[in-house]
């Protein structure tokens, strides 16, 4: 998982130059999709090459009802996140809050962006108990650590802490990831609202692309099957 510069999508970015985005996406998941996806096209490649009779036309049909889904859910989660708005783009849908309409985020057993008088679960960005148990764990050896070197002043720690070293480029040990990355948001959250250009509703777009492509093939896979 990690954090890099990235470019916006098309149509939901400032002029070139005058918003530098901040991208967040899993890593994990983008290299679990795209084994899933090499895995399931030469299956298919090869029912097609050697099937008999309806074989190949079902494993044509199979593909987009399987490809599009395992491409959404690993491939196309991110979020965009400049001085202007938030740009959470999920599975199915993708979700541009302007800083000024964002009321919180918060990570619980999920990552969620709670913005327009609605939540929204932010994909991007998993939470892993057991990162967070790692971290935790950290967390309290570092606090030992400092407190016996101080001769039993128990040195400061916690979230500040953490978003000072997300500030600083570094990754805090003592936190887990998605901690970080909402405790990050809700930091430039706090910085922009009052912006003029950070106001505005919260916008939702469907993602067509994946969810027509799959209930196409979804029916062509039944039909096929079914006349079998």
């Known amino acids: 998982m990690t954090e890099s510069d990235g470019t916006p999508e098309p149509g939901n970015a400032a002029p070139e130059g ?6 967040y996406r899993s890593v994990p998941g983008v290299i679990s999709g795209v084994l899933l996806l090499a895995v399931a096209g030469w299956l298919i490649i ?10 190949p036309w079902i494993a044509l049909a199979a593909a987009p009802v399987f490809g599009f889904p ?44 709670l913005a327009g008088g609605k939540k929204y679960q932010v994909w991007a960005v998993p939470v892993s108990l057991r990162q967070r148990k790692r971290a935790n764990r950290a ?11 101080s001769g039993g002043t128990r040195a400061p720690s916690g979230p500040a802490q953490a978003r000072r070293g997300l500030r ?16 990050t ?9 009052g912006r003029p250009d950070a106001a505005g509703p919260v916008v939702v777009r469907w993602c067509w692309w994946v969810i027509a492509p799959t209930l196409v093939g979804l029916v062509a896979f039944v039909t096929l099957i079914a006349a079998s």
Do not use: H, K
């Open 139 to 149: 967390a309290n050896r570092a606090a030992s650590a400092a407190e016996a070197f």
């Open 70 to 113: 395992v491409a959404a859910y690993t491939l196309r989660p991110v979020v965009y996140a400049n001085d202007r708005r938030l740009l959470v783009r999920n599975p199915l849908r993708t979700v541009e809050a302007p800083w000024a309409s964002v009321e919180a985020l918060r990570a619980g057993y999920s990552v969620e962006l």
């Open 168 to 183: 600083q480029g570094d990754s805090d040990p003592t936190r887990a990831w998605s901690d970080q990355v909402v405790d």
């Open 18 to 23: 005058q918003y530098a985005d901040r991208v």
């Open 185 to 193: 948001l809700q930091e430039i959250a706090e910085r922009n609202a």
């Open 46 to 55: 090869d029912a097609v090459a050697s099937g008999t009779g309806r074989t």
